[in-house]
Nanobody
Framework: VQLQASGGGLVQAGGSLRLSCAAS????????MGWFRQAPGKEREFVST????????YYADSVKGRFTISRDNAKKTVYLQMNSLKPEDTAVYYC?????????????????WGKGTQVTVSS
């Protein structure tokens, strides 16, 4: 499975961005999908994950209530709607595919990583 993230950019604090991650070369609907991020000088951290069916989602506490993950299995795409952005959300955002959302939220069970997309939030 190949994953291609897009939608990053520069936005002012309080603004919004929508990230997309398009999959190819596999059965997208079989996988749990997730978003992770890595800020400069920090380790990569979990942001959100969604079950293959879309019925279960998890969020990091730092983004809960501001970010929304969704997926369209017909389009083989997962989205991350990011609202009320803060400077501390600045990072490279990566999408990932795995087996179980419960594992992915711990940073485990990742089968595939996409290349990241840069999100920069100015104050």
């Amino acid at each position: 499975v190949q994953l291609q993230a897009s939608g990053g950019g520069l936005v002012q604090a309080g603004g919004s961005l929508r990230l997309s991650c398009a999959a190819s070369g596999g059965t997208f609907s079989m996988y749990a999908m997730g978003w992770f991020r890595q800020a400069p000088g920090k380790e990569r951290e979990f942001v959100s994950t969604i079950r293959w069916s879309g019925t279960t989602t998890y969020y990091a506490d730092s983004v809960k209530g501001r970010f929304t993950i969704s997926r369209d299995n017909a389009k083989k795409t997962v989205y991350l709607q990011m609202n009320s952005l803060k400077p501390e959300d600045t990072a490279v955002y990566y999408c990932a595919a795995g087996g179980r959302v419960e594992s992915m939220r711990r940073g485990d069970g990742i089968d595939y990583w996409g290349k990241g997309t840069q999100v920069t939030v100015s104050s």
